[in-house]
Every structure is written in structure tokens, then in C-alpha cells.
């Protein structure tokens, strides 16, 4: 009888339905008999993969002793990764499990660590593409250091994109160099423009980079003018000229806008120009139907501001606004004297808002009038002005019937040479209420607007 059980077992096994994702591991199961058990409980145990996990991480290593992968993976946490590090990193790719230790892994660890990589930023960056452990690091590293970059510099590209250590540097990089110099950049902008938008390269030089730059010539007139439009857009360098700009340009014209303002535009604010064109469209239509005039550089300011946001996020920042008790009708007005107002964030808004109308005492009608208030930096210069203003006023330095606008709209050197350094002796405290040290608690009184 027992005999009889045990045959029937197994069909009835077979017939049994499974969930899915069981069936789905029983079937792996049952196609790594191949699998040595012992990798596969290497990598469960001292790295902390799933079953499923070092089943297909099994398919590509074979540990035949642990020597190595425990040296490894103690190396990975002396130099501050978690375990959570480690799981990813042996699943993403197996075989750091059997790299060399002396020669690759601890040079180049102890190497970004020398760029300034915390244990949490190295992990961060490793996870993005763990290949980078076992690249030539140093000779990548040493390349952008003969080039100019700071070891910063060159910690920002590692984090942004790990897998330029796959490349070449002097075969890939290098004549990329040489054309941006041609240009007429200084190696310091190079290392600028590179570090903080590094995806350039990537790009193919001959099929990118220089065919970019050929159409943004005819386009702008000059070598001058490209390199003042790539310096206030780095990524300019990897847009496609002829099915980006060049339909927005013609789009624009079309509305009656001269090719002078297109192109003052085209070269200060670049960005605006390198939205997809069916977005770019629906936002020069939107500034058309507020009555922009299309000759005023505003109606170009007012399609950028459209243009960068979608309609729900705009919406948003309408009803931020009438949360304050401004009216649509004051919304648009506002908007139409400073388009770059609705640029800011929600939250930058909300607080600015906040403080003129609850610190200063200001209508909302009263700010509507001086939109350019909302471009101004909550906590690097309205507030530490305000403090300064505050503690002259108190000890009768200057008058409560000063201007607060007027005041906001200094240059910071102007600023500083009138209010900080004039009274610098009679009030000492003023440097440190300019550095915002000094918390501002509001005017006892109304001022001047």
C-alpha cells in the first residue's frame, strides 16, 4: 500500500495546480539540477539573495571555493556598504564575487573614496552600474584630472553616470576636448559644462556634437553667440537641432515674433527652446490668447514660463496664489508684467507669499503690483535684509518711512556698501543680521511700499 502511495505521488504532483509565482520558482528548481549547491548557498547565506535571485545569479559564476568571494564581499563592507549594497551589487553582477582584489576592487574603491565618496554616496553610485569596479578607474580618473577637473568635479560625474568608466578616455574623450577648445572654451568650462551635464559624453562627435553646433551656427550667426547659448544650456550640445529648434523658431515667426527677439531669446535662454513642439505650440497659443504682444520680449519670457510646465502643474500654482486672496484677473496681470513669476516652485510661492503678507503686512493686490518680488531668494535676501532694515531702524539709524521694495531691488553691493558697512560701527550687529543670523520677527509697524 505504501509502495502504491508513494508511485501515485509524483502524478499527483503534477496535477496539482500551483500558484503562480511558486510554479514559476518550481520550474527554475527543477532546471538547476547543473547548479552547484554550494554557489548557490554562497550566495544566499553571505550575500542575502533570494532563492530565485541566486538561482540566476548561479547560472553565471561558479564558486568553487570561498576565499575569494568572502574577501570580496569584506571588502565591500570595510569600505561602508550595507548589505542591501552587497545583494545588489552580486545580483546585478555575479562575477565581483571572483574579481581581483589587489590589482581592481581595492584601488579603485580606495580610489573614489580619495574623490570624496561617503560609504552611502559609493554605494549609491556602484549600485547605478557595478562594472565601474572593475574598470581601469585610475586612468579615467588621472585623464579628467590632466584636463582640469577638481577631484569634485570628477565625483559629480562618477555619481551622475558610472558608466563613463567603461569608455576609452583618450580614444572617446579626448577628441571631444579638442572640439570644445576649438570652440573657443576654456578648459575650466569644459570641466564646468562636462561635469554637470557628463550624458554629452556619450555622444558621437562626429554624428552629435559637431553637426549640433554647425546648424546652431547658421542659426545664431556666430561662434560668439553658440558659445554664449551652450554656456546657458549645457545640454543644448545633445538636442536635435532640425526637428527641435528650428520647428520652434518657424513657429514662432509664424505668430509674428521678429527673428531679433527669437534670437536675443534663443541665445540667453536657450531651454526655451527645446521643448517638444507640440507642447511648445499649445504654450505660444495659451500666450497669444492672454493678449501678449508678440514684437515684447515678455511674450517670449511668458511662452518659456508655459512651456517648462504642464497644465496641471500650472493650475496648481494659480490656486497657491488665490489662496492668498489674489483674483484670477490680478493673477494674469501679474503674470503678464513678469512671466518668469510662475517659474518658481509651488512651495517657493506659498512661503513668499506667506512672509510679505504675514511678516510685512503686505495686500496681495500690493505684491501683484511688484512681481518681481517673486523671483527674489526667500532666505538669502528678503529675510537677512529685512533683519538688517530692522535693527537700523530700531537703534534710528534710518527711517521707518524707508522703502522695503526699494530696499529688495539693491544690488547686493549697493546693499551692502549703504546699509551694512556704513553702519557697521554704530551697529555691529549688522553683519551678522546681514549673514542671517539674527531671526527676523516682523516690523512693529507699517512700511513704506
Given at each position: 500500500?505504501?509502495r ?16 503562480h ?25 553571505s550575500?542575502?539573495?533570494?532563492l530565485?535571485s ?5 547560472k553565471?559564476?561558479?564558486i ?5 568571494p568572502?574577501?570580496?564581499?569584506e ?13 545588489s551589487?552580486?545580483?546585478?553582477r555575479p562575477?565581483?564575487?571572483?574579481a581581483?582584489?589587489?590589482n581592481t576592487?581595492?584601488?579603485n574603491?580606495e580610489?573614489?573614496e580619495?574623490l ?8 549609491k553610485?556602484l ?17 579628467f ?13 562618477t ?5 563613463l568608466y567603461?569608455?576609452?578616455?583618450h ?10 577648445r576649438?570652440?573657443?572654451?576654456s ?21 552629435q ?16 553667440n ?5 554656456k ?15 520647428p ?7 505668430r ?11 541665445v ?11 507642447r ?9 490668447k492672454l ?28 490656486e497657491?496664489?488665490?489662496s492668498?486672496g489674489l ?12 512671466p518668469m513669476?510662475?517659474?518658481a ?6 512661503k513668499l507669499m ?9 495686500t ?25 532694515l530692522?535693527?537700523?531702524?530700531s ?17 547686493e553691493?549697493?546693499?551692502v ?24 520677527q516682523?516690523f512693529?509697524?507699517d512700511?513704506?511700499?
Amino acid at each position: 500500500m505504501f509502495r502504491l502511495v508513494c508511485l501515485n505521488l509524483p502524478q499527483q504532483l503534477k496535477h496539482r495546480a500551483l500558484p503562480h509565482s511558486h510554479a514559476h520558482l518550481f520550474s527554475k528548481l527543477s532546471n538547476s539540477n547543473d547548479i552547484p549547491s554550494f554557489t548557490l548557498s554562497f550566495l544566499q547565506k553571505s550575500c542575502g539573495l533570494s532563492l530565485e535571485s541566486a538561482i540566476s545569479a548561479s547560472k553565471k559564476l561558479n564558486i568553487v571555493n570561498t576565499k575569494n568571494p568572502n574577501s570580496v564581499v569584506e571588502l565591500l563592507t570595510t569600505h561602508g556598504l550595507t548589505q542591501t549594497h552587497v545583494k545588489s551589487l552580486i545580483t546585478s553582477r555575479p562575477v565581483l564575487l571572483l574579481a581581483d582584489l589587489d590589482n581592481t576592487l581595492k584601488p579603485n574603491l580606495e580610489l573614489f573614496e580619495s574623490l570624496g565618496f561617503s560609504s552611502t554616496s559609493l554605494g549609491k553610485m556602484l549600485t547605478k552600474d557595478p562594472r565601474v569596479l572593475e574598470s581601469d578607474a585610475y586612468t579615467v580618473v588621472e585623464f579628467f584630472r590632466a584636463h582640469g577637473f577638481s577631484d569634485q568635479q570628477i565625483s559629480y560625474l562618477t555619481m551622475k553616470l558610472p558608466r563613463l568608466y567603461m569608455f576609452n578616455a583618450h580614444k572617446i574623450f579626448k577628441p571631444k576636448f579638442e572640439f570644445f577648445r576649438s570652440l573657443g572654451l576654456s578648459e575650466l568650462e569644459i570641466a564646468m559644462i562636462l561635469s554637470t551635464e557628463p550624458y554629452i559624453l556619450e555622444r558621437s562627435l562626429e554624428n552629435q556634437i559637431i553637426p549640433c553646433v554647425q546648424k546652431l551656427r547658421q542659426i545664431l550667426g556666430n561662434d560668439e553667440n553658440v558659445l554664449k547659448a551652450i554656456k546657458a544650456c549645457y545640454c543644448i550640445l545633445e538636442c536635435n537641432v532640425e526637428k527641435v529648434i528650428q520647428p520652434n523658431i518657424l513657429l514662432l515667426v509664424s505668430r509674428g515674433v521678429p527673428m531679433s527677439l527669437i534670437l536675443k531669446m534663443f541665445v540667453h535662454q536657450p531651454k526655451s527652446m527645446l521643448m517638444r513642439t507640440y507642447r511648445f505650440s499649445e504654450a505660444v497659443d495659451e500666450v497669444m490668447k492672454l493678449g501678449f504682444n508678440p514684437n515684447n520680449l515678455l511674450f517670449l519670457l511668458a511662452v518659456r514660463s508655459m512651456a517648462v510646465m504642464s497644465k496641471s502643474l500650472w493650475e496648481q500654482k494659480v490656486e497657491a496664489f488665490k489662496s492668498f486672496g489674489l483674483s484670477k484677473d490680478e493673477i494674469y496681470a501679474t503674470f503678464k508684467k513678469q512671466p518668469m513669476c510662475m517659474v518658481a516652485s509651488e512651495n517657493k510661492l506659498r512661503k513668499l507669499m506667506s512672509f510679505f503678507v504675514n511678516k510685512l503686512n503686505m495686500t496681495p493686490s500690493m505684491i501683484s503690483k511688484y512681481p518681481n518680488l517673486l523671483l527674489l531668494s526667500l532666505e538669502k535676501r528678503i529675510i537677512p535684509r529685512c533683519s538688517v532694515l530692522h535693527l537700523l531702524i530700531s537703534k534710528g539709524l534710518v527711517k521707518e518711512e524707508t522703502n522695503i521694495v526699494n530696499v529688495f531691488r539693491m544690488t547686493e553691493k549697493r546693499f551692502v556698501d549703504k546699509l551694512v558697512s556704513k553702519y557697521q560701527n554704530e551697529a555691529p550687529d549688522v553683519v551678522s543680521a546681514h549673514q542671517g543670523k539674527i531671526e527676523f520677527q516682523g516690523f512693529p509697524f507699517d512700511l513704506k511700499i
